[in-house]
């Protein structure tokens, strides 16, 4: 079992910056992949950006080059960066981590609002 607790979010001009994150109960280093998503109003929930145990790091397209994903294998810890953010980006942001064994676990956290103002 794994808990997940996100944090950071808030209300931000267009343009401004915010950092995430998510803080797991117990050691993310043999976690396989750790994730960031989105769901805004009205709209299915979106991958935003994820890294692996071994630091690969992949981004949706529209958060390329504004957005960065990374981790601290000894704070338990994973963090969103996020520049020149646009209203777009307004949405209920979850963290999600996946370990692939033999089966396969996933887990959510609560979430955390972020909001961009125009």
């Known amino acids: 079992q794994v808990q997940l607790v996100e944090s950071g979010g808030g209300l931000v001009q267009a343009g401004g910056s915010l950092r995430l994150s998510c803080v797991a109960s117990r050691s993310i280093f043999s976690i396989n992949t750790m994730g960031w998503y989105r769901q805004a109003p009205g709209k299915q929930r979106e991958l935003v950006a994820t890294?692996?145990?071994?630091?690969?790091?992949s981004y949706a397209d529209s958060v390329k080059g504004r957005f960065t994903i990374s981790r601290d294998n000894a704070k338990n810890t994973v963090y969103l960066q996020m520049n020149s953010l646009k209203p777009e980006d307004t949405g209920v942001y979850y963290c999600?981590?996946?370990?692939?064994?033999?089966?396969?676990?996933?887990?959510w956290g609560q979430g955390t609002q972020v909001t961009v103002s125009i």
């Open positions: 890294i692996t145990s071994g630091g690969t790091t």
């Open positions: 999600k981590a996946e370990v692939i064994r033999s089966w396969y676990e996933s887990y």
